[in-house]
């Protein structure tokens, strides 16, 4: 057996990022930025007014006496003159200052009457300016290659003039799910069967992490309708096969891979749920096999699949963002084998986030999957531990 | 001025979700349910063995005398007959028990030569039996409406046999932004001007919250065009504009609408960054005026547009959700005004998260927003506090 760690660097060791795409900024969020962002602009473009008010030379507000208005500079109308001794001119949030002047003087603090403008107050030099540049420089890198786009980040680079970003494209992902008993929701099921719910679950999980899934039809337990398939899935970056990867007579998934010279790598990983993981190269097209159990798929799906189509998408290896948190209730000790407990997380009474362990771990249940929020990671060996003291946990949120 | 959590309240209070669509499972990640999800199948559908072995009468394995091979039922081809006294059929994970056998011998317990299965354990009645019904009855509610719809709750409703769930519309969201100084990234600027970072920031934002975003053309700074563009916004759910919501003679957003009728509410909101808040109906088109300034905008769009898309989605109507972190260093008194402080939240050396307040406040740093993670919630008339002790924050991760 080999360790959950050992097994994501193999996976992530052996996939490169797919190729390149311009998107509008408008679909740009959420995807993984291919070429760093260099700011065409400067922000704020020349000295603004960060209030509306009155720009005046900060000199002449010591006396109190009153300005002459010489004019008005909403934002986007640069006042074209210049600011002489006793002058001031109107302007507004965002306003450039005009020549001559050095300070704002915040409408609260001016009485205005026809032309003349009193200040109530003395005001020093550079007061309420944004200075030219003070946020972006033109030339500046303001996102590096290789981040996941957030809203703020859609809202950096519009501020810095792009309409177009380079991104990764949506790495596709197919998915074969395997077996005799199972058909998709809605479908007639045999006799004994059981609504598919992996197809679907990780159609999701892909489009949650920013793949672009495809669904294929459901192979029978045959190794030449396995076979079949992986073909089929040619052109697709990755295929994800659920179900077949055990020992069993009828678990033909490594069968009709390796009719297709399959380069198999077949792995028992120290991990509960979810021992067996298929992972291998049929050509070009990488191959992750998850356990058929929904339960035990969803958790390799979390612990491989993600880091799988993270570096696909471009993004930097890395493992999975534990936290540490409190523990609500007891815990055993634990084996040889890494434990991924259920749980839910929560703010306890003291405002702190607390964790605690389902009861039933059973990896048949996925209604107390679809109830958890939290993974509790155990690591091989960890003694018994009581209530109140921290683990690592995974937030699964929506994902 | 209104507090905060006030002006969400009427917000809240105001809005009303859209109308319900039917999308195809591999559609409904991240809607909202506008229905229960009544399961139609029960699972398993029968007792089913979770282990590869065979099933076997338990009373037969005491002795550890062997066991006759009488047949196999690979899942989903249950075996036709009944076992015996003394007999023993092959089954996989997932098979169903036949009639007679009480328990699964697992492989690994089992020497097997020819026909006949030697028991190396006693086993006991039910062992390695998922129960028929034991993690859904049919008839069971297993999602109840208004859940936003995960991953794991996708696969719950696959497996509950739905193609079909019945979810609220994503919400329209229209996006107005004016200004005569502003123009959308990558178009010629004015003058003095500046690339719009708003109207494509907030369009991703709708978008993070499983809104429709639309992006009206830029409105200039003329009463008459910001009435035309709000006509056009009809058949909008929301209509969401930036700018123009201030005092000064410029702002002229309040001036357009007012044109067309508006029934208005006009705030002064106790936060900052932030405070002139527009809320009202054109009509039957509820309208949010967010302030100008882009950082400004975002953090008012997590406090109250977030609110409102949620509210229009379906999901019941919840304050932000404010975690308790530990404070990395000290932060001074602050006054009347609730204050959203960006910082970073990160894992400190002994591993629990703590958070640092930026540097730098001006709300004219959209750079400084992108690369925050988290805002820090200050309640009015806070009073200073020292690195160490506990604050509330907002997680903003990627939306």
Redesign the interface.
């Known amino acids: 057996m080999i360790s959950v760690e050992e097994a994501r660097a193999r996976i992530v060791a052996d996939l490169k990022p797919v190729a390149v795409e311009m998107v509008g900024?408008?679909q740009?969020?959420?995807r993984v930025l291919a070429r760093p962002v260099i700011s065409r602009?400067t922000?704020?473009?020349?000295d603004v007014s960060?209030m509306?008010g009155y720009a005046v030379r900060a000199v002449d507000t010591d006396s109190g006496k009153p300005l002459r208005l010489i004019g008005e500079a909403?934002?986007?109308?640069?006042f074209a003159g210049e600011v002489g001794p006793g002058e001031a001119v109107r302007i507004?949030?965002?306003s450039?200052i005009p020549n001559g002047a050095d300070t704002v003087l915040i409408q609260e603090n001016a009485s205005v009457a026809a032309d003349l403008v009193e200040p109530a107050a003395s005001v020093r030099a550079g007061l309420h300016i944004?200075w030219k540049g003070?946020?972006?420089q033109a030339g500046d890198q303001?996102?590096p290659a290789g981040a996941?786009?957030?809203?703020?980040?859609?809202?950096?680079?519009?501020?810095?003039?792009?309409?177009?970003l380079a991104v990764y494209r949506r790495p596709r992902i197919a998915i074969l799910c395997t077996?005799?008993?199972?058909a998709?929701?809605?479908?007639p099921?045999?006799?004994?069967?059981?609504?598919?719910?992996?197809?679907?679950?990780l159609?999701?999980?892909v489009?949650?992490h920013g793949g672009e899934?495809l669904?294929m039809p459901i192979a029978r337990?045959a190794a030449d309708e396995v076979a079949q398939a992986a073909l089929a899935a040619k052109g697709a970056d990755l295929l994800l096969t659920t179900g077949g990867a055990?020992?069993?007579a009828?678990d033909l998934v490594r069968q009709g891979l390796s009719q297709q010279c399959f380069a198999l790598d077949f792995w028992k990983i120290a991990m509960r749920p979810g021992k067996p993981l298929i992972f291998g190269r049929l050509g070009d097209l990488p191959v992750l096999g998850l356990p058929?159990?929904?339960v035990s798929a969803?958790v390799c799906a979390v612990l491989f699949l993600r880091s799988a189509i993270e570096v696909l998408s471009g993004l930097p290896p890395e493992s999975p963002g534990f936290?540490?948190v409190r523990l609500a209730a007891p815990m055993r000790a634990n084996d040889v084998r890494e434990d991924y407990v259920r749980a839910i997380i929560a703010?306890s009474a003291d405002?702190?986030?607390q964790v605690t362990p389902l009861q039933v771990q059973?990896s048949?249940?996925?209604?107390?999957?679809?109830g958890?929020n939290a993974l509790i990671r155990r690591v091989p060996f960890s003694p018994a531990i009581e209530a109140g003291r921290?683990v690592e946990i995974l937030r699964?949120?929506?994902?």
Request: charged share 15%; proline share 9%; no cysteine.
């Open positions: 900024l408008a740009a969020y959420h602009l922000v704020p473009p020349s960060a509306d909403p934002a986007g109308h640069p507004f949030t965002g450039t944004r003070q946020d972006i303001v996102l996941r786009l957030s809203v703020r980040d859609i809202g950096l680079a519009a501020a810095a003039g792009h309409p177009w077996g005799d008993e199972i998709l929701p809605g479908e099921l045999p006799a004994g069967g059981i609504a598919n719910s992996n197809a679907l679950m159609s999701a999980f489009t949650a899934p669904v337990d055990s020992v069993g009828y058929g159990n929904p969803y936290e540490t703010q405002g702190e986030m059973d048949g249940m996925l209604r107390a999957l679809a958890s921290y699964l949120d929506h994902s």
